[in-house]
C-alpha cells in the first residue's frame, strides 16, 4: 500500500494559485501513479488544466 501523495512543487503551487483545489490535486497524483504518466500529462490528458495555462503557471 503507498502512502497519500503530498502535494509539493508544481502541485502545489497550482493549489496554492487556485487552479485546482487540493483534493483534485491529490486524485491527479494519484492517477498519475497508476497510469504510469506525470502529473502534468495526467492533468491535460483529463483535461483538468491546459498545457498552456500548467506552462505559463510553472514559468512564474
Aim: hydrophobic share 45%; no cysteine.
Amino acid at each position: 500500500m503507498s502512502a497519500e501523495p503530498r502535494l509539493q512543487g508544481l502541485s502545489r503551487k497550482l493549489v496554492n494559485d487556485g487552479l485546482i483545489d487540493e483534493a483534485k490535486a491529490i486524485e491527479a497524483i494519484k492517477g498519475a501513479r497508476e497510469a504510469k504518466t506525470t502529473f502534468t500529462q495526467y492533468l491535460v490528458n483529463n483535461k483538468i488544466l491546459s498545457a498552456k495555462k500548467i506552462a505559463m503557471e510553472a514559468s512564474v
